[in-house]
């Protein structure tokens, strides 16, 4: 069969991307916890509110540790990765790896480092992975890690061999094999999303009309605009800060997580969690659709004091 994809994987895997900065402040900080949920039910939260408000003269916002995938988007732009040419409309977020090193500041200028670290084709799709390392403005010790996954439907059949094309440049998501397990969880958290859920979200920084344009979200194949990928999963960490964490956003090393179909504005997350040490293995269903979304695990780096 011809091959007709237009994705040249030698050109892709050896692009070199430039340093981005993306600059920041609280109300950046507040916006983005506001579009995973936080406060939306309960504007009074003890848990909740340090995310949103300098509550009894707190002198910082609190900055959730998915937060860290804000750095990464601005400093992504696919369309200057010279071999890489697909539908734009057809793009799905896959998966995501965070390591947190040290805090996120609330405020500040961050210097992104952009790689592309992985290209698989896989016939149907093609799979691009790109490692974004985020630093202090002036500073070489990094502050964070992304690693995020892109499914690029209908742009697979690129290999020049039978075997189809594999490249990756890292070891592995150390926690993305996840398999739940069959024991009850040892919590849940039911929550809500809203209607104009990604309307809010996009404005931390992804405007893909995907999820927003009614029009192009039918060409991409959904009835409606679907909720960013990224959203879904700050909603189930913030249920994890909540329910493991005692409310403590600090104590997260590393997050990962794979999409594994839509959700639409509106609809409810039931978030399922397992403690096994240091591991909180998840996975959150669609209650509407009785579908299960996302799955994954967090790594806390010491136990909840709460616990
Ligand atoms: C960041 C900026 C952009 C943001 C956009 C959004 O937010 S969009 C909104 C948020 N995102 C969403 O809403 C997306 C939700 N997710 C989905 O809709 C579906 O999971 C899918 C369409 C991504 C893949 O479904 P499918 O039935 O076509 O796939 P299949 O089961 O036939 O497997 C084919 C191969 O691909 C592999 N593979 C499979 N899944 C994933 C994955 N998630 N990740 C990585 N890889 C994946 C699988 O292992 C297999 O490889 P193998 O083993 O043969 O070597």
Redesign the pocket.
């Not at 995020?148 to 499914?151: E, I, K, Q, S, V």
């Not at 679907?226 to 879904?232: E, F, R």
């Given at each position: 069969m011809e091959n007709t994809s237009l994705i040249n994987p030698e050109l892709v895997v050896n692009h070199k991307s430039q340093q981005r900065l993306f600059t920041y402040d609280e109300r950046d900080v507040t916006l983005y916890a506001l579009g995973i949920g936080a406060c939306a039910t309960n504007a009074l939260d003890d848990k909740e509110l340090k995310y949103v408000y300098h509550e009894d003269g707190q002198k910082f916002i609190k900055v959730l540790p998915t937060f860290a995938t804000i750095y990464?988007?601005g400093s992504?732009n696919i369309d200057e990765i010279p071999g890489m040419s697909f539908d734009p409309r057809l793009?799905?977020?896959?998966?995501?790896f965070i390591e947190i090193y040290k805090p996120l500041p609330t405020h500040g200028c961050i210097r992104n480092k952009t790689t592309v670290v992985g290209l698989?084709d896989?016939g149907?799709?093609a799979?691009l992975e790109l490692e974004v390392v985020s630093y202090g403005e002036s500073s070489d010790e990094p502050i964070c890690m992304n690693r995020?996954?892109?499914?690029l439907?209908g742009a697979g059949g690129f290999s020049k061999s039978p075997r189809p094309y594999s490249y990756t440049n890292y070891r592995s998501n150390r926690n993305l094999a996840f398999k739940h397990p069959k024991t009850h969880p040892f919590a849940v958290y039911e929550e809500c999303t809203q209607p104009s859920q990604a309307l809010v979200y996009r404005l931390s920084g992804?405007y893909?009309p995907?999820?927003s344009d009614p029009t192009f979200a039918g060409m991409a194949g959904f009835s409606r605009p679907?909720?960013?990928?990224?959203?879904?999963l700050g909603f189930a960490v913030r249920a994890i800060i909540r329910c493991i964490c005692g409310g403590d956003p600090d104590i997260v090393k590393s997050i990962s997580g794979?999409?594994?179909?839509?959700?639409y504005p509106g609809e409810t997350l039931i978030t399922e969690m397992w403690l096994e040490g240091l591991s909180v293995m998840y996975q959150v269903k669609v209650k509407e659709r009785s579908k299960t979304?996302l799955s994954g695990v967090v790594d806390l780096n010491r136990p909840a004091s709460t616990l």
């Open positions: 990464s988007l992504i793009l799905l977020h896959g998966q995501q698989h896989k149907k799709a799979i995020l996954t892109l499914y439907r992804d893909n995907l999820h679907i909720l960013h990928g990224l959203c879904t794979r999409l594994l179909l839509h959700v979304v």
